[in-house]
């Protein structure tokens, strides 16, 4: 499968604008061959804080993102504010050629940014197949955490972070990302936004990694990019039989320390 990293520069809360610019990412991407094309975390606003730019589940933004997959036959993974069961969240869709296929709601708000204040934490792993490979999902706060990590990659040959992740942590982000694939053994992509919205500046930083952690690309800073990679099932199983990390995991060991 070919993973397409689409580093924007999102227009702050512009739908409107960030659609028609999203279409034609799409529509390139799809030239190129890519099968899935991957879009930074609240993908048509930026990280806003704005209750009101919420949208249910069947939104306008899913609707668009369901509509442009069908047109050009490929998957998107986006995020949008979710209101939905009385709470919003920080959801990621994929949408499979017209389908959505799977939905996750970030597991970690970033509380010291505030988003606790507005977006609920979501409490469930989402993994989708798409185009014969299994896909694990996080948002941006989520790559500090490991363990969400660990439990995806039992079943998944790549994990998706999308993120407005600033730019005064990017080193945070670089090493994170690189952390992850190793400890992993799988393949690690990570599509950051770029540019200024909300009073802060993103570097991007966009970048995939190898089951092995090698840098795979890397988006340049502070400018729009899409980058490609191919991913491969076989590939993580090569390194994962000739370095068996996984089956020296105590998780029953893990869960007492955790019951202290």
């Keep these: 499968m070919k993973i397409c990293a689409a580093q924007t520069d999102i227009i702050w809360e512009n739908k409107q604008e960030n659609m028609r610019r999203s279409r034609e990412i799409i529509e390139t991407a799809a030239g190129q061959g890519a099968h899935l094309v991957v879009f930074p975390e609240l993908s048509l606003t930026g990280f806003t804080m704005n209750p009101e730019l919420a949208e249910p589940p069947d939104g306008r933004t899913v609707q668009f993102f369901t509509e442009v997959s069908r047109e050009f036959g490929i998957a998107a993974a986006f995020g949008f504010a979710c209101r939905h069961d009385g709470v919003i969240t920080n959801r990621l869709c994929i949408a499979d050629r017209g389908e959505i296929t799977a939905k996750y709601d970030k597991i970690h708000p970033f509380s010291y940014g505030g988003e606790c204040e507005v977006y609920t934490g979501g409490s469930k792993l989402a993994i989708a197949e798409v185009f014969g490979e299994s896909v694990g ?124």
């Design 137 to 260: 999902l996080s948002v941006c706060y989520d790559l500090r955490f490991p363990e969400v990590f660990q439990a995806l990659s039992e079943e998944c040959s790549v994990i998706l972070t999308i993120a407005n992740w600033p730019d005064k942590r990017s080193e945070h982000w670089t090493a994170l990302l690189k952390a992850r694939a190793i400890e992993n053994q799988c393949y690690i992509v990570g599509c950051n936004r770029c540019g200024n919205g909300g009073g802060l500046s993103y570097s991007g930083d966009s970048a995939v990694y190898s089951p092995s952690g090698e840098l795979i690309c890397a988006a340049a800073p502070y400018k729009e990019e899409l980058i490609y990679a191919d991913i491969s099932r076989e590939e993580c199983s090569i390194v994962q039989n000739s370095f068996p990390l996984k089956k020296d995991r105590r998780y029953d060991l893990y869960r007492k320390f955790y019951e202290r």
